[in-house]
């Protein structure tokens, strides 16, 4: 099992930047993907980025060349810095982990979700 704590978010300007950040805890040996997930209001659940163990990431065509994850594996936590923000950008973002163990197969951990505002 893995715990994760988002932080992060807020009510910000079109164009602005904002960063989250989050924190996995528990078994986290057995992690091989971290990223983010977005729902706006009325739509499913999208992937914004994600970030494998060996390093590869892979981004929304909407968010290409204004959002950056990045992660620190040693201290488990994995990061989204947006620029350029766009009202359609505003969501509730969700830290979104994968991990894989012999026994129980692969498991998905899902933050809390943080709110993520831009105004036009």
């Known amino acids: 099992q893995v715990q994760l704590v988002e932080s992060g978010g807020g009510l910000v300007q079109a164009g602005g930047s904002l960063g989250l950040s989050c924190v996995a805890s528990?078994?986290?040996?057995?992690?091989?993907?971290m990223g983010w997930y977005r729902q706006a209001r009325g739509k499913q659940r999208e992937l914004v980025a994600t970030s494998s163990s060996n390093g590869d990431t892979n981004y929304a065509d909407s968010v290409k060349g204004r959002f950056t994850i990045s992660r620190d594996n040693v201290k488990n936590i994995v990061y989204l810095q947006m620029n350029s923000l766009k009202p359609e950008d505003t969501a509730v973002y969700y830290c979104?982990?994968?991990?894989?163990?012999?026994?129980?197969?692969?498991?998905?951990?899902w933050g809390q979700g943080t709110q993520v505002t831009v105004s036009a």
């Open positions: 528990g078994s986290t040996s057995l992690i091989n993907a």
């Open positions: 979104y982990v994968r991990s894989f163990s012999i026994v129980s197969g692969t498991l998905e951990s």
